[in-house]
């Protein structure tokens, strides 16, 4: 089991506990990186997370059925649920649901987890479809680029992705604009199913 530390997190009107990992670079194991490309991506406290979360804050989402993919440590979940929505948590990363569902219950949030790779869909796809997938910082390789442009038109009418600027976005948002109407809410892009 992973040693976690606790922070204080601001989304929106909101302040989370969050547990997470004190030094995610010491989590690298080489021979799990050799064996499926893993890097423990999920420990990190993502500024573009809690920025999503701060918009999810700011919305109605009571009654909403949501969707996070790469949940991570579970900001925007956590956020989502607080307010309302039915939610599930996803990553590929076991560390990851763990963390989530420790910080969901450490704030008093229901959120559901489920252990999926988005190169085998399926488990998401008989879930859908969502009202609301949340994504925060899942741009950063070009296979995911190709995932979401497959997956989110089938799983949801309505993204809101979290985004700092990474090279492969560029490319996800020219590709998307052939079935999304894409806009801004504050630092975070909207994308609406065309």
């Not at 997370?49 to 979940?77: F, H, I, M, Q, Y």
């Not at 995932?147 to 992705?161: F, N, S, Y």
Request: charged share 25%; net charge negative; aromatic share 6%.
């Amino acid at each position: 089991m992973v040693e976690l530390v606790e922070e204080t997190v601001r989304a929106g009107p909101l302040t989370l506990k969050i547990l997470r990992p004190p030094d995610p670079g010491a989590l690298i194991d080489v021979e799990r990186f050799k064996e499926e490309e893993f890097m423990p991506y999920w420990a990190e406290l993502w500024a573009s997370g809690v920025k999503l979360a701060a918009v999810v804050a700011d919305r109605d989402v009571r009654g909403l059925s949501v969707l996070e993919l790469g949940c991570g440590l579970g900001v925007p979940s956590i956020t989502a649920a607080l307010g309302g929505a039915t939610v599930l948590a996803v990553d590929w990363a076991q560390e990851a649901l763990d963390a989530t569902l420790q910080n969901a219950e450490l704030n008093g949030a229901s959120v559901e987890t489920l252990r999926a790779d988005w190169s085998k869909p399926e488990p998401l796809l008989e879930r859908a479809p969502f009202d609301l997938v949340l994504c925060a910082d899942v741009l950063y390789e070009p296979r995911n680029v190709d995932a979401l442009l497959d997956h989110l038109p089938r799983l949801t009418p309505e993204v809101l992705l979290g985004e700092p600027g990474r090279s492969t976005a560029g490319r996800f948002f020219q590709l998307a604009e052939d079935d999304w109407k894409i806009g801004r809410e504050g630092e975070v892009s909207v994308l609406r199913r065309r």
